[in-house]
């Protein structure tokens, strides 16, 4: 059916808000062919241009839009930011004198005027501005040094130029240097958020991690809605734990955990938790409460947790990874449990309950309970169900408290709730989500039915356990071709390989519940991806999941690696990441990959280290000789064992977030298949293969080897590397995670 112009506007703007820019701009563009001047449409193109850093570009959308309507305060704005961040300062104050004279005089343009006034009123000259963006954005960042210097010496209050500079030191590794040309850019403009953000990064890689926090908190100060900032933030707080309080950044974490495709909230929790267990009033708790000297009324515990909004917020939307947290938490849903009848609960614990019950369907159930509690629920189970055969809706407190012990899509009689306020949120991820994905699941093509053994019995775990199941994650804010990525990564790739395809074909071996997918057809400019599982309900949560984002460039398929070859298409990209090893047989599954991939193409692939992986190997064969089973049951129990033991591997399991949901649970001690690998192993698998390595993904891990290994080969010599991972036995705990190419 073809979409009317408003229809198409209303999809580009919910587009353009999701940051699917690709997309967004597709649909203005299908506007403007049939009516070139629409105002509002020009103005979207214009923000959209300056959201993906081609300021430039958006010039004459603003201009249109202005022309076609002078009354629209935000179109005033909107251009003379894009002048500001092109540094045609002289140009941005003619234009907002010319705003002033049609009157507008809003708070945000005295914000602007004082902008202006902190800047430099020296123009650059557009063209060797346009220059220095090119060649910034060919990565040629000695060139664009070369015409800073000359520029810096006519224009020396140009906080826009030092921030280039900076940018293109950083460019070329030199940090300290970048550091001073961004803190020159700050005298001179303290108000531009771009150049704290750029100062931020440059204190991470300088290895200050304080300084750089700062600098991202100052650039969401003055820009709150600032994605590449939180992006940034994001990725430095990974794993980092706090020992000191940060009110602000706690506050920061929020609209953090609002942003739905900045990154994965798991990534931040370690970080946000311990920021939290700092705050007096929870520190208090957990001390009474673990000490069990003084326990007090659940409802009182319950008011002492809703004060604190950054708990809450990641509690909807990823597991809590802690133990003391989670003892709290499973003494408050007993508490409810047994109070269930009292109608008197309040707005604040009907609040707090449906958001335990939201983190109790985020980790899938993994808390212990007792024998009172199952005899309880199974009484709560009958009442509900009673009541709704006579017509009669169960209370919003019986709902949530069932809700925190089982998904409510369980239960045939379900479809019988009426919705209620309180259990908006829970009705949506427990119920209405779920139907959906069995809706998608009906339609997903299947290349043909899957025969390998070990392979059904893969699928049959995931079909009953898709893993992980997730709320939000990270996409990639700026697209990029190979060639742009390789430079990024510092990989090595043979001059005949670097190319830009027309439209890259891009194969996901084992896309799970979407992550992966989701994120590399995000991640590379112009690709189609197809995205391939063993498991239809993997798949059918990551279309839902994809469908939601509004990302059209992936197709779903259930398909064994083993059947890959069976499509006859060759592809530019293959990325199998924490799949192979899963594999009866590893090395034939990536054999099928290889001949699936274009000489010259790029491989992404993820494995298991033996070396990292010791301590799991001990528990994988404790489980295995036990013969405890893998059923949630038999796992809570295990937990339980794990939590109370003094094992020295137990305890480091302890501090994996997989620890604290059951599918990841599942995926990491009790899965029905496992290979580990090691350095060396890898090394002639490549070439066995045909495929060279190109390098590893993690730049962190990467930049800390070459503190040691300095040779400009070292980082593409597997020995190198195996010798590193001997010396520091962990480093690989995520996974060993590399590129390599297919000789041509």
């Known amino acids: 059916m073809r979409l009317t112009l408003n229809e198409t506007y209303q999809k580009a703007v919910e587009a353009q808000k999701a940051e699917q820019f690709q997309d967004a701009e597709h649909l203005y563009n299908a506007i403007l062919e049939k009516v070139p001047k629409n105002p509002e449409v020009n103005f979207n193109m214009g923000v959209l241009a300056v959201s993906i850093s081609k300021v430039q570009e958006a010039l004459p959308f603003f201009q249109t839009a202005l022309e076609m309507n002078p009354n629209i305060e935000q179109y005033w704005l909107g251009y003379i930011d894009a002048l500001i961040k092109l540094g045609q300062i002289t140009n941005a104050i003619d234009v907002f004198d010319q705003a002033r004279n049609q009157g507008f005089k809003s708070i945000e343009f005295d914000r602007v005027g004082l902008k202006l006034k902190n800047s430099s009123k020296e123009p650059l000259p557009q063209d060797q501005v346009n220059q220095l963006i090119h060649y910034f954005r060919q990565g040629l960042f000695q060139q664009v040094l070369d015409i800073i210097k000359l520029l810096l010496s006519q224009y020396p209050n140009s906080y826009f130029l030092y921030n280039i500079q900076g940018s293109a030191c950083a460019g070329l590794g030199q940090h300290n240097a ?19 953000n750029n100062l931020g990064v440059a204190m991470k890689n300088n290895g200050d991690i304080e300084a750089a926090i700062n600098g991202f908190e100052k650039a969401l100060e003055l820009k709150p809605d600032y994605s590449e900032a939180f992006s940034n933030l994001g990725n430095i707080l990974k794993g980092l734990v706090f020992i000191k309080p940060n009110a602000n950044l706690m506050t920061i974490m929020i609209s953090m955990l609002d942003q739905k495709t900045v990154f994965r909230p798991k990534q931040i929790a370690r970080a946000a938790i311990s920021l939290l267990k700092l705050e007096p009033s929870l520190k208090e708790l957990l001390e009474k409460e673990l000490s069990g000297k003084s326990r007090q009324p659940v409802h009182k515990t319950i008011s002492t947790l809703s004060q604190l909004p950054l708990l809450l917020k990641l509690m909807s939307v990823c597991p809590i990874s802690d133990l003391e947290l989670e003892s709290v938490l499973v003494s408050i849903r007993s508490a409810l449990l047994s109070s269930v009848g009292d109608a008197s609960f309040s707005p604040e614990v009907l609040h707090f309950q449906s958001t335990l019950a939201l983190q109790c369907f985020t980790n899938e159930y993994i808390y212990t309970q007792t024998n009172k509690e199952t005899e309880l629920i199974e009484e709560l189970k009958d009442v509900i169900q009673r009541g709704l055969l006579d017509g009669q809706q169960p209370s919003p407190q019986s709902i949530l408290c069932l809700a925190s012990y089982a998904a409510l899509q369980e239960f045939e009689w379900c479809d019988l709730l009426t919705l209620n306020s309180n259990i908006k949120e829970v009705f949506l991820r427990q119920i209405s989500e779920p139907k959906e994905e069995s ?9 043909q039915e ?15 356990n898709p893993y992980p199941r997730w709320v939000d994650l990270e996409v990639p804010l700026h697209p990029k071709t190979m060639p742009q990525l390789a430079n990024e990564l510092n990989l090595r790739v043979s001059a005949n390989a670097v190319r830009g395809e027309p439209t890259l074909n891009i194969l996901i071996a084992g ?38 984002l509004g990302i059209t460039n992936i197709e779903y398929m259930q398909a064994d690696i083993l059947d890959v070859g069976k499509l006859d298409k060759k592809f530019d990209i293959i ?33 298991y280290s033996g070396l990292a992986r010791q301590h799991i190997i001990k528990m994988r064969e404790e489980i295995s000789q036990s013969g405890i089973g893998s059923g949630d049951d038999a796992m809570r129990l295990f937990r339980s064992r794990v939590i109370n033991s003094s094992k020295v591997y137990d305890k480091k399991i302890l501090s994996s977030a997989d620890f604290y949901s059951t599918s990841e649970l599942r995926d990491l001690l009790f899965h029905v298949q496992e290979h580990q690998f090691t350095l060396p192993q890898i090394k002639g698998c490549l070439s066995e293969l045909g495929l060279t390595f190109c390098g590893f993904e993690i730049e962190r891990l990467v930049r800390d080897f070459k503190l040691t290994n300095i040779g400009p080969d070292d980082p593409y010599d597997l020995d190198k590397w195996d010798s590193y991972e001997q010396a520091h036995t962990d480093s690989f705990i995520g996974m060993y995670q590399f590129w390599c190419e297919k000789i041509a």
């Not at 970048?178 to 704290?196: G, H, L, M, Q, V």
């Not at 809706?439 to 290349?447: C, E, G, V």
């Not at 992550?515 to 991806?529: E, L, M, N, W, Y």
């Open 450 to 464: 899957i025969t390998d053994i070990v392979s059904s019995k893969v699928r049959e775990q995931y079909e009953v």
């Open 439 to 447: 809706r998608l699941k009906a339609n997903i093509p299947i290349l």
């Open 511 to 548: 896309c799970g519940t979407g992550q992966h997918s989701i994120g590399t057809a995000s991640r590379f400019k112009d690709c189609k991806v197809l995205a391939i599982d063993l498991s239809l309900a993997s798949l059918a949560y990551a279309k839902r999941k994809t469908e939601d």
């Open 575 to 607: 990325e199998s990441g924490g799949v192979l090893h899963h594999m009866d047989n590893p090395m034939a599954g990536w054999r099928v990959l290889t001949d699936c991939l274009k000489p010259g193409g790029h491989m992404k692939i993820a494995l």
């Open 178 to 196: 970048a550091i001073s040309s961004f803190r020159k850019s700050i005298e001179i403009n303290p108000n531009y958020a771009e150049t704290f």
